[in-house]
Antibody
């Protein structure tokens, strides 16, 4: 069965960077786009960006341009997101999703001094 | 402020039919597919409708999607207590060159 397993919770200080992994299994990693979505506590879903794991092509929400990067390692079927210059309002649960039909369990990222 | 507008809340009694609307524009819903997600507190979203009106395997046929012009609708018939959740619409926006989510609708089963 398709599984997306994300790395564990992170606590970071303002200005730092965070990297979250999304290890996939149960399907061909290069066959479907990966998207990253975040959700602050009590708030709605916010799309951050997408990646084509086959070509490596990416696209990012304008809000995150310049401080957000999605990468992948096809040898381990793993996608990564990195968010730099963290601010307190980046505190949220971050999700990866494959073609919107399968989701990771979410990774809590807390930004606090 | 999302470019896709959903009512913040909706409700219905068990067995009833409830609809949730998602209003957008020609740059998103009017020209791109709409997706609908169900989310329970503390859990990841789940896809319930894709490409406007397609239902993933395993999603009950009580869930249906439709689209007309720049608005989309999620309908849930034969409402059940386990349908109580937050529902989000999403669509690609050509002007923003990005995916947009609606603000979400909290569905209460009375």
């Amino acid at each position: 069965q398709v599984q997306l397993v994300q790395s564990g919770a992170e606590v970071k200080k303002p200005g730092a960077s965070v990297r979250v992994s999304c290890k996939t299994s149960g399907y061909s990693f290069t066959s479907d786009d990966i998207n990253w979505v975040r959700q602050a506590s009590g708030q709605g879903l916010e799309w951050m960006g997408w990646m084509n794991p086959d070509s490596g092509d990416t696209g990012y929400a304008q809000k995150f341009q310049g401080r957000f990067t999605i990468t992948r390692d096809t040898s381990t079927s793993t996608a990564y997101m990195e968010l730099r210059g963290l601010k307190s309002d980046d505190t949220a649960v971050y999700y990866c999703t494959k073609a919107w039909d399968s989701w990771g369990q979410g990774t809590q990222v807390t930004v606090s001094s | 402020q999302s470019v896709l507008t959903q009512p913040p809340s909706a409700s219905g009694a068990p067995g009833q039919r409830v609809t949730i609307t998602c209003s957008g524009s020609n740059s998103n819903i009017g020209n791109n597919y709409v997706y609908w997600f169900q989310q329970f507190p503390g859990t990841a979203p789940k896809l319930v409708i894709y490409r406007d009106d397609q239902r993933p395997s395993g999603v009950p046929d009580r869930f249906s999607g439709s689209k007309s012009g720049t608005s989309a609708t999620l309908a849930i018939s034969g409402l059940r207590s386990e349908d109580e959740a937050d529902y989000y619409c999403a669509s690609w926006d050509d002007s923003l060159s990005g995916r947009e989510f609606g603000g979400g609708t909290k569905l209460t089963v009375l």
